[in-house]
């Protein structure tokens, strides 16, 4: 019984030593832990059809996961999932989720879905109301900057910024 369970713990620690790599550039915004998917969690789970669509917040359920690039996101329908799944670029957010003021100041905050805007079909989240509002005086600026600062930050660890 023992041999099995030191079996099963080498193979979870395995598991998630595969996995630790692919977040290691903290390409994404993503919640701590894994979800049953065994990937982090994008976006809050909020669903990023209906955040990009109708710019409303629904949450996602699990039951509705699809993972994209190494992270779980989902849906409140099955309907959204499979919208998502045949062309996730048209859902997901800027900057991999992150801030987009942030980005254009050369950091990564959390990218809050409750601040977001759809700017020429694009999804750009911000950290909170009062950056919202500091964007929306001047979102073609900040949004050209973060797009001119995104490449040099985009594999860089948030602690590093």
Known sequence: MTNIFKITAAAVALSFAVITPSFAEDEYNVSTGVTTAGVPLGVHGVDTVALSTLNAVAEGDAAHTVVEDGVAYYFASAESARRFKAAPENYLPQYGGFCAYAVALGKKFDGDPHYADIVDGKLYL?????????????????????????PSIRRTAVEEL
């Open 126 to 150: 911000f950290v909170n109301a009062d950056i919202f509002a500091k964007y929306k005086k001047d979102s073609k600026r900040i949004l050209a900057k973060a797009e001119e600062t995104w």
